[in-house]
């Protein structure tokens, strides 16, 4: 069976730094990728990493947050930067064998969440 498991959410303050993890078990992604949902919204695309190594972000973390994998270690990892309040979220692990997507609907696999807090 499949895992992703994240690691390295926290609380911060603006301005500061967080590296998060994730470990997938099982077998290797074409697709990886981080969603975040704030409580009482739904749950948003941040960043993904092909195999191939071709990235995407959402506007908002663009030139703060650096998504890269290890394939050899079959890990993911997001580097974020200038933190900010509104980053605050459950920031979620998901992974897909194709091509990819923004959707969600579409991963086939998830971890289990890690809580980024980012007070002012």
């Known amino acids: 069976q499949v895992q992703l498991v994240e690691s390295g959410g926290g609380l911060v303050q603006a301005g500061d730094s967080l590296r998060l993890s994730c470990a997938a078990s099982g077998r290797t992604f074409s697709t990886m990728a981080w969603f975040r949902q704030a409580p009482g919204k739904e749950r948003e695309f941040v960043a993904a990493?092909?195999?191939?190594?071709?990235?995407y972000y959402t506007d908002s973390v663009k030139g703060r947050f650096t998504i890269s994998r290890d394939n050899a270690k079959n890990t993911m990892y997001l580097q974020m930067n200038s933190l900010k309040p509104e980053d605050t979220a459950v920031y979620y692990c998901?992974?897909?064998?194709?091509?990819?997507?923004?959707?969600?609907?579409?991963?086939?696999?998830w971890g289990q969440g890690t809580q980024v807090t980012v007070s002012s």
């Open positions: 990493i092909t195999w191939g190594d071709k990235t």
């Open positions: 998901a992974s897909k064998l194709s091509v990819f997507s923004y959707n969600p609907d579409v991963y086939n696999s």
